[in-house]
């Protein structure tokens, strides 16, 4: 088991690679595998039923999801509990965690969600437990059956991420949502663009992946990717991979300390970088945000107090950008 998450999450970009192979509607051929190998890891019984073709449940399964709408793991009104199947280093603070759930159900969220974790960390004056929470967004497959991981940076002093950092296998998480947060329809504009910082990729994985798995979906898509260096780029084998196959993906990197051999771009996003990378204005842009307070500042301003998109300022509206062409996750 360990062996085999261990290869997952080195990489989350090899799971990728079968997939390219396939053609479109990848991401579900390559995720059947290990859903499988999941099932025939932690029992064999639950492999037997979900490959059998003597009383083709995979298809029973099917009929029913027409009948009665496929089973979703996740409820917005409770706390459920997901158990850690495994954890694994991606880079040097960040790590992927898998959970698990029924293998016959999905996660239940659309693109673009998130969902919203809690723990008990420290204790109140009467010695009760006192929660954190805090969002987090899947970059499974929303369509996958029995699992969803997440990618999260951890903060030598970050409340939550030390949380999961401590976790381990067969530990539960208590999860809430989805929380929506973009309703992403398939064509709703011709070209999007996006900026992202760190672990702000995660809801652009989102967004790529279900524009990209769609034969019908012609979006354009030119992501800018800022990291602190070329070892902090996140996903970077499985965004190079997906860009290779995909002629409407574009990817530009840029960090700021790089190596001599580093050949993108370097520094924080400027101008002339959003102009080059970025969909010019207009009405059939969109421009996605997502990153650490500083970067929002700097290209589109944060989000409002409460939580609201709040103006827009930065690199973006200097550009001529208006708040309809942008969204700040
Ligand atoms: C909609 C949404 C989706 C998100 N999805 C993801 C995701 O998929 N993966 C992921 O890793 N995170 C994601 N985040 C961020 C996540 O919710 C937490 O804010 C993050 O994990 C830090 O929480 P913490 O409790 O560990 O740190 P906290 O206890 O809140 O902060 C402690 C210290 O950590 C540092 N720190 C915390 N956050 C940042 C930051 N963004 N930039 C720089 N320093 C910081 C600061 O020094 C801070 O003082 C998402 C946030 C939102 C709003």
Same mark, same amino acid.
């Given at each position: 088991m360990a062996a085999f998450f261990q290869r997952l999450a080195k990489a989350t970009p090899t799971a990728f690679t079968a997939a390219f192979n396939s053609g479109s509607g990848h991401s579900r051929s390559a995720f059947r595998f290990p859903i499988g190998a999941l099932a025939a890891v932690s029992g064999g019984i639950s492999y037997v039923y979900y490959h059998s073709s003597v009383s083709d449940p995979v298809y029973l399964d099917e009929i029913k999801e027409e009948q009665t709408g496929p089973k979703v793991a996740l409820n917005p009104n409770k706390w459920t509990e997901f158990k850690l199947q495994d954890s694994a280093r991606v880079s040097h603070n960040t790590q992927l965690f898998r959970f698990t759930f029924d293998p016959t159900a999905k996660l239940g969220l659309d693109v673009a969600s998130c969902l919203i974790t809690r723990a008990p960390i420290g204790q109140d004056a009467e010695g009760k437990p006192k929660f954190v929470t805090r969002p987090y967004t899947p970059i !499974? %497959?929303?369509? !996958?059956?029995?699992y969803f991981d997440l990618l999260i940076k951890v903060y030598p002093e970050g409340k939550m991420s030390q949380h999961f950092a401590s976790l381990k296998p067969g530990d539960v998480l208590e999860v809430k949502g989805p929380i929506e947060k973009l309703r992403y329809i398939p064509n709703m504009k011709k070209h999007i663009g996006m900026i992202a910082g760190g672990s702000g990729i995660t809801p652009m994985l989102q967004v790529i992946e279900a524009i990209l798995k769609n034969p019908d979906d012609t979006t354009k898509v030119s992501l800018l990717y800022a990291n602190v !260096?070329? %070892? %902090?780029? #996140? #996903?970077k084998q499985k965004l190079d991979l997906l860009a290779a196959a995909h002629p409407n993906l574009k990817v530009y990197y840029t960090v700021d300390n790089p190596t001599k051999s580093w050949k993108g771009g370097k520094g924080f996003i400027s101008k002339d970088m959003a102009v080059k990378g970025l969909p010019g204005p207009s009405e059939d842009t969109l421009i996605l945000v997502c990153g650490p307070p500083g970067m929002m500042e700097h290209i589109s301003g944060g989000k409002a107090k409460d939580w609201s998109q709040g103006e827009l300022s930065g690199i973006l509206k200097e550009l001529g950008y208006t708040e309809e062409m942008v969204y700040k996750f």
């Open positions: !499974s %497959d929303p369509e !996958s059956k029995g !260096s070329p %070892d %902090d780029i #996140l #996903l």
